[in-house]
């Protein structure tokens, strides 16, 4: 069969209501059929690629991570990969095979695609199209992976003292949180791991009943400081967290210096009233990348909280 028969591309997507006629001449010169074996490999994130490739039978595995990682999306005939390679000039972000039969499809290069678009304004139209609803679907699945998250929020996850989540959340959700962060190739999970400076000196000085108001204070500000989709935590003691997901180190770093000057100017009340002195805090930051563990973000995080340490406390490092 033709590599242009007019009834198969006639089904790819990407050339939905374009006239063969404007086609043919690009494709017979810049285009050409590739048939992979069940399981063979066609885009990594390790190889450049300047191909858009339109899928005409058979079925591509999208995994992420690794090549044989958690499978992302299954990529049916008359779809097409390698768009955002393509419009963004860069290395794939997932890795692209072959389902469990032959695949065959087309690849047309960069360049010719682009002069197709250039000719036949419903192509880009078309491309828009596919993009946009790959990243609705992303978007409904960050929805529902945070609103599995939330379901803990209807169990005992919560702190009884400060109303923030609680450390056994903490260490469920940073592990999907990162794990999601890492699969969603691009969307960053950010970090913020904070002390509560000198707060044995604080509780000496002014009694652990002071301490728990002060806590339960600092509770109260990061829970309203932080964005609608970040989640605050108490760590242990007088250690708090805040996941931030969606969220770059610059963002981070950002929404970190808002709460370091809230916490600074934050009232504490005895229980009879009584003002009681002011606490400030040290944070460390870390930002999720594709080679990231829950552990390795803490550890970072607390690395850089230690800096922000000896570098005398109220501040924000990372």
Known sequence: MSLFDPQEIAKVQVFEGVDPVLLAPVLEQHAREVTLAPGELLLSPEKENRHLYLVLSGQLEVRVKHIRGPLLRRVQAGESVGEMSVIEHARPSAWVLAGNKPTRLIAVEDEAFWRLVERAGVVGRNLMRIVVRWLRN????????????????????????????????????????????????????SLALIDVDKFKTYNDSYGHQAGDQALKALGQCLREMAR????????????????????????????????????ERLAIFDHAGVPLPHITLSMGLAQSDNESTPQSMIDHADQYLYEAKQAGRNRVCG
């Open 138 to 189: 992303n978007t409904e699945n960050l929805v529902a992976q945070w609103e599995r998250i939330d379901v803990l929020e209807a169990q005992s996850y919560r702190d009884a003292l400060t109303g923030c989540y609680n450390r056994r959340w903490f260490d469920e959700a940073l592990a999907l949180g990162v794990q999601e962060a890492v699969e969603a190739g691009g969307e960053p999970l």
């Open 228 to 263: 609608s989709h970040d989640r605050a935590v108490r760590y242990g003691g007088e250690e708090f967290a805040v996941l931030m997901p969606q969220t770059t180190l610059e963002q981070a770093h950002e929404a970190g210096e808002r709460i370091r000057r809230a916490v």
